[in-house]
């Protein structure tokens, strides 16, 4: 098994690119194999002989974006992880990119240590979840089974519950789900908040990391 650790880069800052470059090759056993512009650049040097260990994957990119390379990815070459490194740091934008495939998510004013850690879990743990979305879902991502019930969590659930937990899986509005459930706002708010007590998380964040880790919907 060979020691070195290869990296890409995807990311539209020519100085961004570099300095990220620069980097990680100064971590042990890291090389970086190739930057790109935009998600068509990296895909067209992707080498099947030798693809990259981790994508570093900006979202808001010209062309082919963070989002649809990191999903081209996911279908055609799943052995490459993605971590996303964007400025971006709203629920939707996470959820996004963790249902896209992502395994992790990093700011990119995030000290470069960060990526050490980083790379070191998505490899060893296949994941990584960074302060950003631990504390908002620490709870959730964790709890596959309560240790005081053999049965899994979402066992406990109403299959309105359920069908709600998935819908907001999506990039659905809370109101357009409301409407494909053929219920009211209020309905919604309260499956909301029943599952929010249920799970013993506080955002959407939460209610999505809690479906992936207990295979309610498909990353």
């Known amino acids: 098994m060979r020691d070195t650790r290869f990296i890409a880069i995807a990311d539209d800052h020519a100085m961004l690119r570099k300095g990220l470059e620069v980097v990680i090759n100064m971590f042990p056993n890291h090389q970086v194999l190739f930057t790109a512009s935009d998600g068509d650049d990296?895909?067209?040097?992707?080498?099947?002989?030798?693809?990259?260990?981790?994508?570093?994957?900006?979202?808001?990119?010209?062309?082919?974006?963070?989002?649809?390379?990191?999903?081209y990815l996911k279908e055609h070459y799943p052995e490459i992880n993605v971590l996303a490194v964007s400025t971006l740091e709203s629920e939707a934008a996470i959820i996004k990119m963790i249902k896209h495939g992502a395994r992790g998510y990093v700011l990119k004013d995030a000290d470069p240590s960060e990526l050490k850690i980083a790379f070191d879990e998505i490899l060893s743990k296949g994941y990584y979840y960074n302060e950003l979305i631990t504390r908002k879902v620490m709870q959730s991502i964790h709890q596959l089974v309560d240790d005081r019930n053999p049965l899994p969590v979402f066992a406990k659930l109403t299959d309105r519950e359920i069908q709600f937990l998935k819908l907001a899986c999506s990039e659905k509005t809370y109101q357009q789900i409301a409407?494909?459930?053929?219920?009211?706002?209020?309905?919604?708010?309260?499956?909301?908040?029943?599952?929010?007590?249920?799970?013993?998380?506080?955002?959407?964040?939460?209610?999505?990391?809690?479906?992936?880790?207990?295979?309610?919907?498909?990353?």
């Open 42 to 71: 990296l895909i067209k040097q992707l080498d099947p002989n030798q693809l990259p260990d981790i994508v570093l994957m900006d979202i808001s990119m010209p062309g082919k974006d963070g989002y649809q390379t990191t999903e």
């Open 179 to 219: 409407k494909e459930m053929f219920v009211s706002e209020r309905t919604v708010d309260g499956y909301r908040d029943a599952l929010f007590k249920k799970l013993e998380v506080t955002t959407r964040v939460g209610l999505v990391m809690f479906a992936i880790r207990n295979k309610l919907v498909d990353v």
